[in-house]
Protein backbone atom coordinates (compact mmCIF):
# COMPACT_ATOMS: atom_id res chain seq x y z
CA UNK A 1 0.00 0.00 0.00
CA UNK A 2 1.42 3.39 -1.20
CA UNK A 3 2.08 6.05 1.37
CA UNK A 4 0.81 9.33 1.22
CA UNK A 5 2.94 12.00 1.77
CA UNK A 6 2.34 16.32 1.56
CA UNK A 7 4.74 17.04 -0.49
CA UNK A 8 4.05 21.17 -0.82
CA UNK A 9 2.27 23.61 0.74
CA UNK A 10 1.04 27.20 -0.19
CA UNK A 11 -1.14 30.27 0.96
CA UNK A 12 -2.23 33.28 -0.13
CA UNK A 13 -3.55 36.66 1.52
CA UNK A 14 -5.46 39.60 0.00
CA UNK A 15 -3.58 42.90 0.05
CA UNK A 16 -6.17 44.88 2.46
CA UNK A 17 -5.42 44.76 6.17
CA UNK A 18 -8.32 45.47 8.71
CA UNK A 19 -6.49 46.26 11.84
CA UNK A 20 -8.32 47.06 15.31
CA UNK A 21 -8.22 50.86 15.27
CA UNK A 22 -10.03 50.52 11.82
CA UNK A 23 -13.03 48.27 14.10
CA UNK A 24 -12.90 50.69 16.24
CA UNK A 25 -14.52 53.14 14.40
CA UNK A 26 -16.75 50.34 13.24
CA UNK A 27 -18.42 48.92 16.87
CA UNK A 28 -17.99 49.69 20.12
CA UNK A 29 -14.71 47.82 20.86
CA UNK A 30 -11.15 48.96 20.97
CA UNK A 31 -7.52 47.36 20.23
CA UNK A 32 -6.88 46.54 24.31
CA UNK A 33 -9.93 44.36 24.02
CA UNK A 34 -9.22 42.92 21.12
CA UNK A 35 -5.95 41.66 21.96
CA UNK A 36 -6.22 40.67 25.42
CA UNK A 37 -8.81 38.44 24.58
CA UNK A 38 -8.27 37.01 21.24
CA UNK A 39 -4.47 37.90 20.74
CA UNK A 40 -5.57 39.04 17.12
CA UNK A 41 -3.92 42.56 16.19
CA UNK A 42 -5.21 42.44 12.48
CA UNK A 43 -6.85 40.66 10.08
CA UNK A 44 -7.23 40.55 6.14
CA UNK A 45 -10.47 41.29 3.96
CA UNK A 46 -10.72 40.25 0.40
CA UNK A 47 -12.49 43.92 -1.36
CA UNK A 48 -12.41 42.36 -5.06
CA UNK A 49 -11.93 38.28 -5.12
CA UNK A 50 -13.98 35.75 -4.02
CA UNK A 51 -13.44 32.44 -2.04
CA UNK A 52 -12.24 30.76 -5.33
CA UNK A 53 -9.80 33.21 -6.61
CA UNK A 54 -7.80 33.31 -3.09
CA UNK A 55 -7.91 29.30 -3.11
CA UNK A 56 -6.67 29.05 -6.82
CA UNK A 57 -3.71 31.56 -5.81
CA UNK A 58 -2.32 29.16 -2.83
CA UNK A 59 -3.17 26.18 -4.76
CA UNK A 60 -1.25 27.56 -7.62
CA UNK A 61 1.89 28.08 -5.58
CA UNK A 62 1.85 24.87 -3.67
CA UNK A 63 1.16 22.86 -7.29
CA UNK A 64 4.62 25.08 -8.36
CA UNK A 65 6.37 24.19 -4.92
CA UNK A 66 5.33 20.60 -5.55
CA UNK A 67 7.16 20.16 -8.67
CA UNK A 68 4.85 18.44 -10.13
CA UNK A 69 2.94 19.05 -13.67
CA UNK A 70 -0.79 20.81 -13.19
CA UNK A 71 -1.69 17.49 -15.37
CA UNK A 72 -0.63 15.29 -13.00
CA UNK A 73 -3.08 16.36 -10.52
CA UNK A 74 -6.27 14.23 -10.71
CA UNK A 75 -8.43 15.49 -7.86
CA UNK A 76 -9.07 18.86 -6.04
CA UNK A 77 -10.75 18.93 -2.87
CA UNK A 78 -12.10 22.07 -0.95
CA UNK A 79 -12.80 22.67 2.52
CA UNK A 80 -14.87 25.78 2.86
CA UNK A 81 -17.65 27.59 4.52
CA UNK A 82 -18.05 30.96 2.72
CA UNK A 83 -18.20 29.52 -1.13
CA UNK A 84 -18.54 31.42 -4.00
CA UNK A 85 -21.95 29.85 -4.58
CA UNK A 86 -24.82 28.44 -2.59
CA UNK A 87 -25.24 25.28 -3.72
CA UNK A 88 -23.13 24.75 -6.87
CA UNK A 89 -20.89 24.94 -8.90
CA UNK A 90 -18.95 23.87 -6.10
CA UNK A 91 -16.00 26.58 -4.83
CA UNK A 92 -13.44 23.14 -6.07
CA UNK A 93 -14.47 22.88 -9.28
CA UNK A 94 -14.29 26.81 -10.22
CA UNK A 95 -11.03 26.82 -8.38
CA UNK A 96 -10.02 23.70 -10.73
CA UNK A 97 -11.05 25.59 -13.78
CA UNK A 98 -9.15 28.69 -13.39
CA UNK A 99 -6.03 26.46 -12.18
CA UNK A 100 -6.69 25.06 -16.17
CA UNK A 101 -6.15 21.94 -14.95
CA UNK A 102 -6.92 18.94 -17.51
CA UNK A 103 -10.83 17.99 -17.93
CA UNK A 104 -12.72 15.12 -16.05
CA UNK A 105 -10.76 15.69 -12.88
CA UNK A 106 -12.28 14.89 -9.77
CA UNK A 107 -13.09 18.30 -7.83
CA UNK A 108 -15.51 18.61 -4.38
CA UNK A 109 -16.33 20.97 -2.18
CA UNK A 110 -16.34 19.56 2.13
CA UNK A 111 -17.97 22.27 5.49
CA UNK A 112 -15.95 20.81 8.66
CA UNK A 113 -15.74 24.15 9.37
CA UNK A 114 -12.48 25.12 10.84
CA UNK A 115 -11.74 21.66 10.92
CA UNK A 116 -11.22 21.72 7.34
CA UNK A 117 -7.92 21.03 6.56
CA UNK A 118 -8.05 18.26 8.89
CA UNK A 119 -10.60 16.19 6.76
CA UNK A 120 -9.08 17.14 3.80
CA UNK A 121 -6.17 15.47 5.03
CA UNK A 122 -7.84 12.07 5.84
CA UNK A 123 -9.83 12.78 2.54
CA UNK A 124 -6.19 13.01 0.67
CA UNK A 125 -4.58 10.12 2.47
CA UNK A 126 -7.36 7.64 2.18
CA UNK A 127 -7.25 8.52 -1.58
CA UNK A 128 -3.93 8.05 -2.21
CA UNK A 129 -3.30 4.92 0.11
CA UNK A 130 -5.99 3.14 -1.86
CA UNK A 131 -4.68 3.75 -4.75
CA UNK A 132 -7.82 5.69 -6.01
CA UNK A 133 -5.80 8.80 -7.05
CA UNK A 134 -2.19 9.81 -6.96
CA UNK A 135 -1.81 13.59 -6.34
CA UNK A 136 -4.40 15.45 -4.47
CA UNK A 137 -4.81 18.84 -4.33
CA UNK A 138 -6.30 20.15 -1.25
CA UNK A 139 -7.59 23.87 -0.19
CA UNK A 140 -8.95 25.46 3.11
CA UNK A 141 -10.13 29.35 1.14
CA UNK A 142 -12.39 31.53 3.54
CA UNK A 143 -13.82 34.48 2.28
CA UNK A 144 -15.47 35.35 5.93
CA UNK A 145 -16.11 38.74 5.41
CA UNK A 146 -19.02 37.84 3.51
CA UNK A 147 -20.68 36.07 6.26
CA UNK A 148 -19.42 38.50 9.25
CA UNK A 149 -22.24 40.87 10.74
CA UNK A 150 -19.70 43.75 10.94
CA UNK A 151 -22.03 45.68 13.24
CA UNK A 152 -21.87 42.43 15.84
CA UNK A 153 -18.69 43.45 18.44
CA UNK A 154 -18.62 39.29 19.47
CA UNK A 155 -17.79 37.98 16.00
CA UNK A 156 -16.52 40.86 13.51
CA UNK A 157 -13.06 40.88 15.72
CA UNK A 158 -11.97 37.88 15.00
CA UNK A 159 -12.27 36.88 11.27
CA UNK A 160 -10.51 36.98 8.44
CA UNK A 161 -10.34 35.94 5.25
CA UNK A 162 -7.23 33.79 3.21
CA UNK A 163 -6.24 30.58 1.66
CA UNK A 164 -3.78 27.97 2.33
CA UNK A 165 -3.30 24.89 0.07
CA UNK A 166 -1.20 21.60 -0.21
CA UNK A 167 -0.48 18.56 -2.50
CA UNK A 168 -0.63 15.41 -1.36
CA UNK A 169 1.32 12.41 -2.87
CA UNK A 170 2.32 9.05 -2.99
CA UNK A 171 5.87 8.68 -1.52
CA UNK A 172 7.77 6.16 0.33
CA UNK A 173 9.18 8.78 2.71
CA UNK A 174 8.01 11.39 5.01
CA UNK A 175 4.05 10.12 5.20
CA UNK A 176 0.71 11.54 6.56
CA UNK A 177 1.36 9.40 9.86
CA UNK A 178 -2.21 9.72 11.59
CA UNK A 179 -5.13 11.83 11.03
CA UNK A 180 -8.16 11.29 13.49
CA UNK A 181 -11.70 13.91 12.87
CA UNK A 182 -14.56 13.50 14.76
CA UNK A 183 -18.06 15.57 15.41
CA UNK A 184 -20.90 15.92 17.57
CA UNK A 185 -24.05 17.84 16.24
CA UNK A 186 -26.17 18.18 19.69
CA UNK A 187 -25.05 21.77 19.98
CA UNK A 188 -24.73 22.93 16.54
CA UNK A 189 -26.28 25.85 17.46
CA UNK A 190 -23.54 26.95 19.35
CA UNK A 191 -22.08 28.43 16.40
CA UNK A 192 -23.39 28.35 12.89
CA UNK A 193 -24.93 30.49 10.12
CA UNK A 194 -28.38 30.18 10.49
CA UNK A 195 -29.42 31.35 7.13
CA UNK A 196 -30.26 31.01 3.92
CA UNK A 197 -31.45 27.41 3.57
CA UNK A 198 -33.92 24.52 4.59
CA UNK A 199 -34.44 26.41 7.97
CA UNK A 200 -34.10 29.66 7.68
CA UNK A 201 -35.01 30.45 3.95
CA UNK A 202 -33.89 33.82 2.24
CA UNK A 203 -36.72 35.68 2.94
CA UNK A 204 -37.23 39.18 4.09
CA UNK A 205 -38.18 38.40 8.00
CA UNK A 206 -34.73 36.41 8.15
CA UNK A 207 -32.78 38.97 6.31
CA UNK A 208 -34.14 41.25 8.74
CA UNK A 209 -32.85 39.55 11.88
CA UNK A 210 -29.58 38.84 9.95
CA UNK A 211 -29.42 35.36 9.69
CA UNK A 212 -27.23 35.14 6.81
CA UNK A 213 -24.35 36.08 9.30
CA UNK A 214 -22.16 33.62 11.75
CA UNK A 215 -23.73 33.33 15.02
CA UNK A 216 -21.73 32.23 18.06
CA UNK A 217 -21.71 31.59 21.85
CA UNK A 218 -18.23 32.40 22.74
CA UNK A 219 -18.07 31.18 26.06
CA UNK A 220 -19.71 27.86 25.32
CA UNK A 221 -17.44 27.40 22.83
CA UNK A 222 -14.28 28.27 24.74
CA UNK A 223 -14.58 25.63 26.81
CA UNK A 224 -15.70 22.92 24.81
CA UNK A 225 -12.81 23.40 22.54
CA UNK A 226 -10.18 23.28 24.94
CA UNK A 227 -11.68 20.37 26.32
CA UNK A 228 -11.97 18.84 22.88
CA UNK A 229 -8.63 19.78 21.88
CA UNK A 230 -6.53 18.46 24.82
CA UNK A 231 -8.22 15.64 24.95
CA UNK A 232 -7.96 14.92 21.01
CA UNK A 233 -4.20 15.87 20.90
CA UNK A 234 -3.10 13.86 23.71
CA UNK A 235 -5.02 10.78 22.53
CA UNK A 236 -2.74 10.72 19.33
CA UNK A 237 0.49 11.49 21.14
CA UNK A 238 -0.35 8.47 22.82
CA UNK A 239 -1.86 6.33 20.10
CA UNK A 240 1.84 7.06 18.29
CA UNK A 241 3.90 6.20 21.34
CA UNK A 242 5.90 10.04 21.36
CA UNK A 243 5.70 12.94 23.92
CA UNK A 244 5.52 16.52 23.26
CA UNK A 245 9.14 16.49 23.14
CA UNK A 246 9.36 14.98 19.62
CA UNK A 247 7.12 17.20 17.83
CA UNK A 248 9.08 19.93 15.94
CA UNK A 249 5.94 21.88 15.38
CA UNK A 250 2.18 22.51 17.17
CA UNK A 251 0.40 23.96 14.69
CA UNK A 252 -3.11 24.93 16.20
CA UNK A 253 -6.39 26.21 14.34
CA UNK A 254 -5.52 29.66 14.98
CA UNK A 255 -8.79 30.53 16.65
CA UNK A 256 -8.22 32.80 19.68
CA UNK A 257 -5.13 32.78 21.15
CA UNK A 258 -6.50 32.12 25.01
CA UNK A 259 -7.86 28.85 23.57
CA UNK A 260 -4.36 28.15 21.82
CA UNK A 261 -2.44 29.09 25.07
CA UNK A 262 -4.63 26.62 27.12
CA UNK A 263 -4.08 23.47 25.22
CA UNK A 264 -0.23 24.33 24.19
CA UNK A 265 0.60 24.31 28.41
CA UNK A 266 -1.71 21.10 28.95
CA UNK A 267 0.78 19.45 26.32
CA UNK A 268 3.59 21.30 27.51
CA UNK A 269 4.46 22.79 24.22
CA UNK A 270 7.36 25.36 24.68
CA UNK A 271 7.14 28.44 22.63
CA UNK A 272 9.40 27.62 19.82
CA UNK A 273 7.08 24.56 18.97
CA UNK A 274 4.02 27.03 18.68
CA UNK A 275 3.41 27.98 15.63
CA UNK A 276 0.88 31.28 15.78
CA UNK A 277 -0.31 33.55 13.04
CA UNK A 278 -3.67 34.45 14.82
CA UNK A 279 -1.91 37.72 15.60
CA UNK A 280 -1.75 38.96 11.75
CA UNK A 281 -4.85 37.03 10.01
CA UNK A 282 -7.47 36.04 12.58
CA UNK A 283 -10.06 33.18 11.93
CA UNK A 284 -9.53 31.94 8.90
CA UNK A 285 -11.40 28.99 9.71
CA UNK A 286 -10.61 26.14 7.53
CA UNK A 287 -7.46 28.16 5.67
CA UNK A 288 -5.91 28.95 8.97
CA UNK A 289 -4.11 25.48 9.10
CA UNK A 290 -2.43 25.48 5.75
CA UNK A 291 -2.09 29.09 6.73
CA UNK A 292 0.39 29.04 9.14
CA UNK A 293 2.61 25.73 8.00
CA UNK A 294 3.14 28.32 4.96
CA UNK A 295 4.45 30.93 7.55
CA UNK A 296 6.50 28.65 9.55
CA UNK A 297 7.67 26.99 5.59
CA UNK A 298 8.38 30.28 4.13
CA UNK A 299 10.91 31.56 7.28
CA UNK A 300 12.55 28.54 7.35
CA UNK A 301 10.94 26.94 10.30
CA UNK A 302 9.85 23.93 8.92
CA UNK A 303 12.08 21.99 6.86
CA UNK A 304 11.33 18.39 5.21
CA UNK A 305 11.09 15.64 7.69
CA UNK A 306 9.77 18.10 10.15
CA UNK A 307 7.18 16.54 12.43
CA UNK A 308 3.88 18.58 12.71
CA UNK A 309 1.61 17.96 15.04
CA UNK A 310 -2.06 20.17 13.62
CA UNK A 311 -5.10 20.62 15.32
CA UNK A 312 -8.41 22.03 14.89
CA UNK A 313 -12.13 22.69 16.13
CA UNK A 314 -15.25 24.23 14.57
CA UNK A 315 -18.09 24.73 14.13
CA UNK A 316 -20.94 21.89 13.82
CA UNK A 317 -19.35 20.90 16.46
CA UNK A 318 -16.30 19.02 14.55
CA UNK A 319 -12.43 18.42 15.55
CA UNK A 320 -9.43 16.55 14.59
CA UNK A 321 -5.76 16.18 14.44
CA UNK A 322 -3.23 14.97 12.50
CA UNK A 323 0.50 13.82 12.56
CA UNK A 324 2.76 13.89 9.94
CA UNK A 325 6.24 14.01 8.86
CA UNK A 326 6.68 17.97 6.04
CA UNK A 327 7.63 16.09 2.60
CA UNK A 328 8.22 19.50 0.73
CA UNK A 329 12.09 19.90 -0.47
CA UNK A 330 12.59 23.28 0.12
CA UNK A 331 10.60 26.47 -1.31
CA UNK A 332 10.77 26.75 -4.96
Known amino acids: ?25 MVDTSDEWIVKRTGIKERRIATDELTSDLGTKAASLAIKRSGLDKSEIDAVIC ?35 CTGFIYLLELAKSFVQ ?3 KKNVLIIGAEKLSNIVDFTDRSTCVLFGDGAGAAVVSASDENEIIDVHTASDGTQSDLLMT ?49 TSADIDFFIPHQANIRIIDAV ?14 VQKY ?3 SSASIPMA ?19 AFGGGF ?5 LLKFGGDGIK
Open 1 to 25: MPKASLISIGAYVPKKVLTNFDLEK
Open 79 to 113: ATISPDYFCMPSTACKISAKLGLRHGITAFDISAA
Open 130 to 132: SGV
Open 194 to 242: PGFAGVYPANEENLKNRLNFIHMSGNEVFKRAVTTLSADVISTIERNNI
Open 264 to 277: RQRLDFNDSQCVLT
Open 282 to 284: GNT
Open 293 to 311: INDAYEDGRIQKGSLLLLD
Open 318 to 322: TWGSA
